[in-house]
C-alpha cells in the first residue's frame, strides 16, 4: 500500500525550514527517502531502519517512528539546492527482499 | 563506477504496439526494480528481478512483463500498448549492503 506523503507541495524562501512527512497503513521496517530534480533520477537521501538512530547529514535529517509508522524528513535552512520533489519509498521487511513502495511525492520549491 | 543505464531515452509508440525498455544496473549489484512514474501518482512498483528471477511484482496488469539476465541486465516489455501507458520508466538497481536504490533516467514512452 502506498504511503501517505504531506504536505503535496510547499514553498520556502532561502533560510526556512520545512518537515515533510511520509506515513503507513502497515508495519514497516525501513523508510526510504529519496530527492527528485525536474528532468532527473532521483537521488538517494538517507534510510532508516526498524530499530536504528535518527540519520542525518549536513542540514537535512529524519526521524523514524516506528510504532506509528511514520517517518518526517527535516530540512533546515534551506538552500536554492533544495528545490524538488521528495519521495519516501517504504518497506516491510527486512531491506534484501522488499520492495520499496513510493508515495506520491512532495514538491519542495525554495525561492530567493 | 558506471551509473544505471536505461535504452531507449525516448520512444513515442501507437496504441497495440509493444515495447521492450532495457536497463543495465550497475556491476556488482544483483537486484533490479522497475518502476512507472506519471504526474500525480509518484513511482509505481511494477516489478523486481534478483539473480533472474523475479522476486516481487506490483499490483500491474499481465501486459506489463520483465526478465533479468545472467549479467544483471534487465529488460521490460509491455504488450498493447494503451494511452494510460504513457509515463517515465525508471529502472533501479539495488546495493545489497546497504540497500540503497540508484536509478537510471528513465525512458519516457509516450503511446499515441
Known amino acids: 500500500q502506498q504511503p501517505v506523503q504531506s504536505p503535496q507541495a510547499v514553498i520556502l524562501r532561502e533560510g526556512e525550514d520545512a518537515v515533510i512527512n511520509c506515513s503507513s497503513s502497515?508495519?514497516?521496517?525501513?523508510v526510504h527517502w529519496y530527492r527528485q530534480k525536474h528532468g532527473e533520477a532521483p537521488i538517494f537521501l538517507m534510510i532508516l531502519l526498524k530499530g536504528g538512530e535518527q540519520k542525518g547529514h549536513d542540514k537535512i535529517s529524519a526521524s523514524f517512528n516506528e510504532k506509528k509508522q511514520q517517518s518526517s524528513l527535516y530540512l533546515t535552512a534551506s538552500q536554492l539546492s533544495y528545490s524538488g520533489t521528495y519521495f519516501c519509498g517504504t518497506g516491510q521487511f527486512t531491506s534484501g527482499n522488499t520492495p520499496l513502495v513510493f508515495g506520491k511525492g512532495t514538491r519542495l520549491s525554495v525561492i530567493a | 563506477k558506471a551509473g544505471v543505464t536505461q535504452t531507449p531515452r525516448y520512444l513515442i509508440k501507437t496504441r497495440g504496439q509493444q515495447v521492450t525498455l532495457s536497463c543495465s544496473p550497475i556491476s556488482g549489484h544483483r537486484s533490479v526494480s522497475w518502476y512507472q512514474q506519471t504526474p500525480g501518482q509518484g513511482l509505481q512498483f511494477l516489478f523486481e528481478y534478483f539473480s533472474e528471477t523475479q522476486r516481487n511484482k506490483g499490483n500491474f496488469p499481465g501486459r506489463f512483463s520483465g526478465r533479468q539476465f545472467s549479467n544483471s541486465r534487465s529488460e521490460m516489455n509491455v504488450s498493447t500498448l494503451e494511452l494510460g501507458d504513457s509515463a517515465l520508466y525508471l529502472c533501479?538497481?539495488?546495493?545489497?549492503?546497504?540497500?540503497?536504490?540508484?536509478f537510471g533516467e528513465g525512458s519516457r514512452l509516450t503511446v499515441l
Open positions: 533501479a538497481s539495488r546495493d545489497g549492503g546497504t540497500g540503497e536504490l540508484f
Open positions: 502497515k508495519a514497516l521496517y525501513s
